[in-house]
């Protein structure tokens, strides 16, 4: 509307212009106070000074017969350009209907060849993932550590953004509910405690006796806890497409890169030798918004929200 407008005043500038050269062609002795009075006269005649004005009223006439049928606007300039829109596309399905969102279940990487990955069956839950006897089983946990789903339960847990304020568990609602299925617990330290891992905002850990560590009295010849601790958190960014953190496993003191984010995105990011052969398929036919995960560059497993 306003690019028209202007392009209306120019048209209207340039007639006034063909009527000055017509003036001076017609009276070229004219004096020259005389024709600069002309000139503007005709320039305010071709562009009509209330035009700004009546532009203004028009919108706060608009304004108001929008606020009968309670309807408001907060910038006035876009009621015109709204004028013009036909067709509303949204991207992403319930986010108008429904308050939160719901897990659907998950699929997991799995190796059928040397060369070769594929998503696996569906589950609609992550529990059973982990053997609990590697909470506190060393020879179990050194067999399970670096398996897909174990991998997949620590960055469900870890790789997120939610914080808990008076035992409430806050964020976004996708996450809570991813974090919520892995049944792993969330604690934050005081800020400016005497913890010894100062650089590490939370630690999560599958259950309670994981916390219960004595770090103080530590015996070189115990099993450290299954704790895994925030070092760095990447907030999601709409621009990336994709959020990320940076962990620490206090067992083995490892750290590595965990990250979720849009299927095209983590194709782009991703070792191509780990992406699975039915990758297309799962991600863009069965669901209606896929959360990929990777770990240390290779795509492990998807989670899948409910249509």
Sequence with gaps: FYSDSYKFIAVMFSMSFIGMSIQLIQSP????????????????ITVPPALPAAMAAGTSYALSRLKKKQIFCISPPRVNMAGKIEVFCFDKTG??????LSIFGFRVGTAV?????????????????????????????????????????EC??????????????????LDIEMFNDTGWLLDE?????DDSNEAIS??????????????????????????????????????????SVIVQNLRT?????????????????????????????????????????????????VSLKKK
């Design 95 to 100: 986010t108008l209907t429904e308050e939160g």
């Design 156 to 173: 469900l847990a870890s790789c997120h953004a939610i914080t808990r304020v008076e035992g409430k568990l806050i964020g976004d609602p």
């Design 189 to 193: 330290p005081d800020v400016g405690g």
């Design 113 to 153: 060849s040397d060369t070769e990955t594929v998503f696996g069956r569906f589950h609609p839950t992550i529990k059973g993932f982990q053997n609990p006897l590697m909470y506190s089983n060393p020879e179990e946990y050194e067999k399970k550590k670096d398996s897909a789903k174990s991998l997949f339960v």
């Design 253 to 301: 003191s490892k750290y590595r890169l965990f990250a979720k984010g849009s299927p095209e995105k983590i194709i782009e990011l991703s070792n191509k030798a780990s992406i699975p052969s039915n990758f297309q398929a799962v991600s863009y036919t069965h669901l209606t918004l896929p959360t990929i995960l990777l770990v240390q560059i290779s795509v492990v497993a």
């Design 29 to 44: 002795d004219i004096e020259l106070e005389r024709f600069i009075k002309k000139c503007l006269d005709l320039i305010t």
């Design 202 to 243: 939370a630690f999560v850990m599958p259950n309670e006796q994981q916390r219960d560590y004595d770090w103080a009295n530590e015996n070189p010849n115990s099993l450290r806890p299954y704790q895994i601790g925030i070092v760095r958190r990447f907030d999601f960014s709409s621009k990336l497409q994709r959020m």
